[in-house]
């Protein structure tokens, strides 16, 4: 699938979700880090985790660098699991579109233009925009997930 920013969403990024989605037991992943291309022609999966722990996926996630050794930008889905005491357990996928401060233009125009198109393309309803760690921290992440009622 080719997106009006030049770049295509490969098979493996929509499979890894699915995987995310569906996939039962232990091998369960709980996260999802995809990037754009050294070439800049296609989204690929970077990392798929079933570590269910926020904090080491937040460390993975910010601590992704570019060729240069610059903190790069990412996308992610997050498996959020939360209990709502009554109203029992739930789960919800949420998108996070990662974007340090220090992203050149040019890389940080193509991953916006690229970001709508794999939102939609996954069909993850909850989406997040963090330019610092302040953005994702697990309240927010949390807050965002259960639609506002944690």
Not at 47 to 74: I, M, V, W
Not at 135 to 140: G, N, P, R, T
């Amino acid at each position: 699938m080719s997106l009006p920013s030049g770049v295509s969403i490969t098979a493996e990024c929509i499979n890894a979700y699915k995987e995310l989605l569906y996939k039962r037991g232990a091998g369960k992943p709980a996260f999802v880090i995809y990037k754009i291309s050294d070439d800049e022609q296609s989204i690929m999966v970077e990392e798929c985790s079933p570590e269910k722990n926020y904090e080491a996926f937040l460390q993975r996630l910010t601590s992704a660098h570019d060729n240069d050794g610059k903190p790069a930008p990412r996308y992610a889905i997050y498996d959020v699991e939360y209990d709502l005491n009554e109203d029992g357990r739930r789960a919800t996928t949420v998108f996070i579109s990662w974007m340090p401060d220090v992203t050149p233009t040019r890389i940080r125009m193509l991953y916006a233009s690229t970001k709508e198109q794999l939102r939609r393309a996954l069909d993850v309803k909850v989406s997040i925009h963090a330019d610092d760690l302040h953005d994702i921290e697990w309240k927010i992440i949390l807050r965002e997930a259960s639609g506002g009622r944690l």
